[in-house]
């Protein structure tokens, strides 16, 4: 099966810009989470939807990241204004249920803020 | 709350040698745990995992992990590593509340020397 796709895999912006990432993750998975990983920090959990509802944003800094998921398939992750301490790699990952199931992770995007 | 810990930053080990990178829990209820392997500007890759049953799990790759709730450890392990084995190493848990969501452990990177 395709894997969860991810785009881009890499983006340079400076401070106080926008940027926005996108996912499609494994055809038929309900839930989708997007995680941020910080250099030398283990995955956090930014947001988790399933289908087309939000689960989870209790992580999620609101005044400037924001996310959709697009019918319950395609996501897009939106930081707007951009701070240096969002350069981080963030990974989109999909399950088919809430169950004893691991997730499958896209490649991630990483994000340098400069 | 649901937590993980992986109380090394690194290990080392000469290949051919037996690896342990360890990690221990905390959960209310039977843990749901996970091993994912991440290589350099890679996503993370799902090894095994435990959900119930034998204590001692086999995943991916000749890795295993063993399960031990008095100690409340989920250590992954492999009788002789390689130095394609070297990467890091993340340990999960899946928060049985009403979220579902993976939460990792900080990291171990694995270094194995020829």
């Known amino acids: 099966e395709a894997g969860v796709a991810q785009s881009p895999r890499y983006k340079i912006i400076e401070k106080r810009q926008s940027v926005a990432f996108w996912c499609n993750p494994i055809?038929?998975?309900?839930?989708l989470y997007w995680y941020q990983q910080i250099l030398g920090q283990g995955p956090k959990l930014l947001i988790q939807f399933q289908n087309n509802g939000v689960v989870d944003d209790s992580q999620l800094p609101k005044d400037r990241f924001s996310a959709e998921r697009l019918k319950g398939v395609d996501s897009t992750l939106k930081i707007q204004p951009a701070k240096l301490e969002d350069s981080a790699v963030y990974l989109c990952?999909?399950?088919?249920?809430?169950?004893?199931?691991?997730?499958?992770f896209g490649s991630g995007t990483r994000l340098t803020v400069v | 709350a649901q937590s993980v810990a992986q109380p090394e930053d690194q290990v080392n080990v000469a290949e051919g040698n037996p690896l342990t990178v360890k990690c221990t829990y905390s959960?209310?209820?039977?843990?749901?745990l996970f091993w994912y392997v991440q290589y350099p500007n890679r996503g993370l890759q799902f090894l095994l995992k435990?959900?119930?049953?034998?204590?001692l799990v086999k995943g991916s790759y000749g890795f295993e992990a063993e399960f031990n709730k008095s100690q409340t450890s989920f250590h992954l392990k492999k009788p002789s590593a390689l130095v394609s084995d070297s990467a890091l190493y993340f340990c999960a848990v899946r928060d049985l509340s009403n979220t579902g969501k993976l939460i990792f452990g900080q990291g171990t990177t694995l270094q194995v020397k020829p």
């Open positions: 959960v209310s209820g039977n843990p749901y």
């Open positions: 435990y959900i119930t049953g034998d204590n």
């Open positions: 990952a999909s399950s088919p249920l809430r169950g004893p199931y691991g997730y499958t």
């Open positions: 055809s038929g998975h309900a839930t």
